[in-house]
């Protein structure tokens, strides 16, 4: 059975801890409560200032920039991001992405299902 619902209905979780995270929100969009078998669906809000910790981790991970200007930093350097923009990070690749704007900068991240277990 397909599983429907509208992303303002979703709750946004603030994940900021202040120092390596700012200004930062998740929204679980689709994921295992959902039935998912594969894979987690992810809308990230970054606010003005905002950023996501500088990290790796052993799966691949694609994004969809819906709003907003920012920035993916990785260790070969840095990508400007705008709506539309498409982004596959590879496993064990560091990498942060950061609000370059004065508005929020949203972004969809599809993660292998077990990430939000």
């Known amino acids: 059975m397909a599983v429907v619902k509208r ?3 979703v709750k946004a979780l603030d994940i900021s ?5 700012v200004n930062a929100t998740k929204q679980l969009l689709i994921g295992p409560k959902d039935g998912a078998p594969t894979f987690a669906v ?3 809000t970054l606010g003005p200032g905002g950023y996501s910790p500088k990290h790796r981790h052993p799966y691949e991970h ?3 920039v819906l709003e907003g ?3 993916l930093w990785t ?3 840095s ?3 705008s709506p539309g923009t498409v982004v596959l990070v590879k496993p064990d690749e560091e990498h942060q992405f950061r609000n370059l704007g004065s508005v929020d900068f949203k972004f969809i991240c599809i993660v292998p299902k077990h990430v939000e277990e």
Request: hydrophobic share 35%.
């Open 42 to 44: 992810r809308l990230f």
């Open 69 to 71: 200007q920012g920035e």
């Open 79 to 81: 990508h400007r991001l």
């Open 75 to 77: 260790e070969e350097g």
């Open 62 to 64: 694609g994004v969809l």
């Open 7 to 9: 992303i303002a209905e």
């Open 17 to 21: 801890d202040g120092s390596s995270v």
